[in-house]
């Protein structure tokens, strides 16, 4: 690890699944990392145990995302730990299901308040504070492209992401900042898996041709790719990865 060089990090979200995958994929790759959490403190403690066992460097930083003061904080707390900040990660986000008829006023504002005001939140926070050169991953989902039944308000959360990422893209124009969106397709993870028959599974498992779930370590290389230097030419794009269901 050369410290030197070391760039740093923010993952919202990395307590677990996806966002623990990545954290631990950027540590790999020569970050500080920041494992952000809402409510978990022994899980995101874990992961960063195991990023500092590996011989990397990482803190654990609490902020509900959907709270602007708290991502203030966050990132505060990020420059106080590392003395900058490089790249963000959005993972941060809840899944809530329902057809649209029934869907309840809390269903559409906590997905609004954590997936769309939250991601809202870093990204404003990291246009002023990212150092240039940076890099921004937004995390999407190809429920934007499949558009499945029950998934309507989620799914609209994560359309309103990409555009963001498109715009962003734009307005830090000048600044080598690049900034992009990953979207998962199903993907094995203990929120995905949780509920689900092994029948079910099994079905969404088929859905792309290579006939197997995303695991999260797949996710954390697309992200670590648009991170890495041989992504750098790669901006205002949405990376479907899933696949090939879509």
């Known amino acids: 690890m050369n410290i030197s060089t070391q760039r740093v990090a923010i993952v919202t979200g990395a307590s677990r699944g996806i966002g623990a995958a990545i954290a631990a994929r950027l540590a790999r790759d020569n970050h500080a990392v920041v494992v952000n959490y809402a409510g978990n403190a022994t899980a995101a403690e874990k992961v960063v145990h195991e990023i500092e066992a ?56 906590r997905q609004i308040a954590v997936n769309l005001k939250g991601t809202f939140n870093t990204l404003r926070e990291a246009a002023t504070r990212l150092r240039d050169g940076g890099r921004i991953i937004n995390l999407s989902s190809s429920l934007v492209g499949t558009k499945l039944e029950t998934y309507g308000v989620y799914a609209a959360t994560k359309a309103a992401v990409e555009t963001l990422t498109a715009i962003l893209s734009k307005e830090l124009r000048g600044r080598k900042i690049t900034v992009n969106a990953v979207a998962p397709g199903p993907t094995s993870t203990e929120l995905f898996l949780n509920g689900k028959s092994d029948e079910l599974v099994a079905r969404l498992a088929k859905m792309n041709p290579l006939e197997r779930l995303g695991t999260p370590e797949d996710i954390a290389a697309a992200v670590a790719f648009l991170v890495g230097p041989d992504g750098a030419w790669v901006n205002g794009q949405v990376l479907r990865a899933n696949g090939g269901m879509i």
Request: net charge negative.
């Open 54 to 109: 590996g011989g990397g460097r990482a803190i654990a930083v609490q902020a509900d995302v959907a709270d602007p003061a708290a991502v203030a904080r966050l990132f505060a707390a990020t420059e106080a730990a590392f003395g900058g900040i490089d790249v963000l990660i959005n993972n941060a986000g809840i899944l809530m299901l329902s057809p649209l008829q029934n869907s309840s006023d809390d269903l559409f504002d």
